[in-house]
């Protein structure tokens, strides 16, 4: 299985109604570059405002779910979101002429299609996925509803529907492998009850809607009044009910094809996350709204570990680098050498070791009876780290030295005490010849104890 992020290949576009507007609208999938993941722009408007798929934007979830940036809205998001995970993209532009997608048939099957058609490609990034390690949940009291993930070893959904009608009645859909989605899921479809359409027809809500995007459930019975009502909506000279309890002019793709249609909501309404999913989710009675406040919920869990994430290290391994090696580089010397080994070294990143201990010198006093190693110290090693990513692509770095020139957005977030090891991952960002720009930061005991954003100056002192 490829671990590198994918976008489509060309541009391609596909044109329908909008089911609350009734308005055409056409949509454009674009390529995105690596790491973008999935945005829809509002090109009817001024500046063509972007709105990012994140559950930060959800802000109704009545009859689809809905986004709002800056006053700018995208509604009816879920399908399309669905299309781009079931097929595995992780980044995508959606241009739109209009504040809703088309509606199409209703599921997610014509976007799946056109994204196909469109072609699929690898991008030269390593994909973002967040691995569940213990049982997350939601649970609406109100409803019932709930959403639970648990640790698995892939991205699977199950969804159970129970809306307490004989009609309907209960059903379950799973989705064991995302590679199934076009066949097992994409053409679902959304579906609806009688009272329901009889309330959004008086309120004029669906005027994109006819017997071909949705399928109807027919809870109550069908009086004349209703009858002429629906024939006017759908510019249909006779409808009937099907044996099924379904009103006619459609035929179910799936017995469970409404639990089908509630599985593909939930694959898009969580792809508002913005990363991938290895889990399983089982959604008991899901909605837009129970899966939008999972998906804020665990948005916030995922940011929160980021925030405090620690990368392992295997310190029994033998070093790239040890402190004789180091010196051969560096021109620091004891007691100002602050790198004791070097256990990665590529051209954009660096990572090293320190052993602080009770002998460094600068215990004597700082402070006496409470010895902590000095920040301005630890930034001093880190800087070191940095020095020999840059100093190891040349011949000779014995004739270099590097200056500091800015230090950026420091935090301190730990002690360093006697006896922690401080390890240093440094990653370069993009700078002139000459400069060494740098992301880094210092961890022990499992935990961020310094970041800082290091620029230096690289110069040539001897001529060779």
Not at 41 to 67: F, M, S, W
Not at 268 to 283: E, M, N, P, Q, S
Not at 388 to 394: A, E, G, K, P, R
């Amino acid at each position: 299985m490829s671990k590198k992020q994918k976008t489509i290949q060309k541009e391609i576009s596909l044109s329908g109604v909008g089911l609350h507007t009734g308005n055409n609208v056409t949509l454009t999938f674009k390529p995105a570059p690596a790491n973008y993941g999935f945005a829809f722009v509002r090109v009817d408007l001024e500046g063509k405002p972007t709105i990012e798929a994140k559950a930060e934007y959800v802000t109704n979830t009545q009859r689809g779910t809905n986004l709002v940036k800056n006053g700018v809205y995208i509604q009816t998001t879920e399908h399309v979101l669905a299309a781009a995970v079931g097929l595995d993209l992780d980044n995508l532009l959606i241009e739109i002429n209009a504040s809703e997608p088309p509606i199409m048939d209703g599921s997610s099957k014509f976007f799946v299609e056109a994204l196909e058609k469109a072609g699929i490609e690898e991008q030269d990034a390593e994909i973002n996925e967040y691995v569940v390690k213990e049982i997350i949940s939601y649970k609406d009291e109100e409803t019932g509803s709930e959403i639970i993930l648990m640790p698995s070893d892939k991205y699977q959904i199950t969804a159970m529907v129970d809306f307490g009608t004989k009609i309907l009645g209960t059903q379950n859909a799973s989705l064991e492998n995302m590679s199934d989605f076009k066949e097992e899921i994409a053409a679902a479809r959304t579906f609806s009850f009688l009272h329901e359409i009889e309330m959004l027809l008086e309120n004029d809500l669906i005027k994109g809607g006819d017997l071909n995007n949705a399928i109807v459930y027919v809870d109550k019975e069908l009086s004349e009044k209703t009858m002429h009502k629906l024939k006017d909506a759908f510019n249909k000279e006779d409808i009937k009910v099907k044996p099924n309890g379904i009103l006619d002019n459609l035929t179910l793709h799936w017995a469970n094809e409404a639990a089908r249609h509630k599985l593909l909501d939930v694959i898009g309404d969580l792809a508002l996350v913005g990363t991938r999913i290895r889990g399983k989710i089982i959604a008991n009675k899901p909605g837009h709204l129970v899966n939008t406040q999972f998906a804020k919920k665990l948005s916030k869990i995922i940011k929160r570990e980021k925030r405090n994430y620690v990368p392992q290290f295997d310190l029994s391994k033998e070093p790239l680098m040890d402190v004789n090696r180091i010196m051969e580089i560096l021109p620091h010397r004891p007691p100002f050498l602050l790198v004791d080994k070097i256990l990665e070294l590529s051209d954009k990143h660096v990572v090293g070791l320190k052993n602080v201990t009770m002998n460094e010198d600068f215990f004597v006093g700082h402070f006496p009876g409470a010895p902590v190693m000095p920040g301005v110290l630890q930034i001093e090693a880190m800087a070191q780290c940095g020095g020999i990513l840059f100093l190891s692509t040349v011949p000779d770095p014995e004739n270099y030295l590097t200056y500091f020139m800015k230090i950026d957005n420091v935090k301190f977030k730990q002690k360093v005490l006697p006896g922690d090891t401080l390890i240093f991952k440094c990653e370069l960002l993009p700078s002139r010849r000459g400069i060494a720009h740098m992301q880094s930061y210092g961890y022990a005991n499992n935990k961020l104890v310094v970041e800082a954003e290091l620029m230096a100056q690289i110069i040539k002192t001897k001529n060779t």
